[in-house]
């Protein structure tokens, strides 16, 4: 249903940006990230370097497993705006899955100039991917690490 009515807002008024994020994030919810890329490439044209609106199309090229596009992608959100550490993450990861591993570094080290809890656990992810641990692999071990740090109750 909403797919249907965003679906029409963008047939409506053509130059909203809005109604074609918004169809872009309910295209991500319907897994339909083909459908996601045009409508984010649209939204761009629109409102030219629109981090939010970027930020969706790396991570849409991102599921289609199109890591050049998010590499270049992501890349061009942490230019634009350098506050976001997941867009760091993003990047590095993409540059990682296309074997650039400078890219990646360079990315990492940005990564760790933020001090937020949430960085910290992507700086560590990252570090991992870059190292070749396998995604599932360092989410276990940032698991066991979180577990381990659960004081013991003596039973």
Known sequence: LAKAALTEATKLNNNSVGAYLNLGVTLTG????????????RANDLKRDWDIGLYELGFAYKQLKDYRNAAQTFKRVTELNKTLPEAFFEWGFAENAIGNKDAAKAALKKLKEFKTPNAKRLVEGLD??????VIDEGKRQLDNKIINKIPKLPY
Do not use: H, Q, R, T
């Open 30 to 41: 319907l897994g339909d990230f083909n459908g996601l890329v045009e409508g984010l490439k």
């Open 128 to 133: 991992l991917a870059i190292k070749g641990a």
